[in-house]
């Protein structure tokens, strides 16, 4: 999307989660800049971050969050590029994944809810 990131985390509290978003921020911001040939803000709003409690909620999250690009009209053949579905393997029906050709960025959930609760609900389905 144009203005915006849709992000699952995991974090310690929310002290970890706060530290790990604005160096994210910062990160993105100074990247984006020197790509921009420019400086200054590069982020207009602060997170806004919901903690996910029950197995059902995560799956939900899941779902939006890697078919982000449908929820905003965007009808992809295969997966959105832009997530990190790639490496995902919770997908209902034999999604082709990149995981074995492509080196991961972002470490491995370890939190039963990310790796094993939401899977209680069923696995997801690709948008499109």
């Known amino acids: ?13 929310g002290r970890a989660l706060s530290s790990g978003i604005k160096g994210l921020c910062v990160r993105l911001a100074r990247a984006l800049n ?3 040939k420019r400086s200054g803000r590069v ?3 602060r997170y806004h971050a919901h903690v996910l409690k029950t197995p059902r909620e995560v799956r939900h999250a899941l779902a939006y969050v890697l078919n982000n690009a449908a ?7 295969g997966l959105d590029p832009c997530s990190s579905g ?5 997908w209902r ?3 082709l994944r990149a ?11 370890r939190s039963w809810l990310l790796t094993r609760g939401w899977r209680r609900h069923g696995l997801i389905r690709l948008a499109g």
């Open 1 to 13: 999307m144009t203005n915006h990131l849709h992000l699952v985390c995991e974090a310690r509290d």
């Open 43 to 45: 982020f207009a709003d």
């Open 34 to 36: 020197r790509f921009w």
């Open 71 to 77: 929820h905003h009209g965007f009808h992809l053949r």
């Open 86 to 90: 790639a490496w995902f393997d919770g």
């Open 93 to 95: 029906g034999g999604v």
């Open 99 to 109: 995981a074995d050709q492509v080196a991961v960025s972002f470490p491995a959930a």
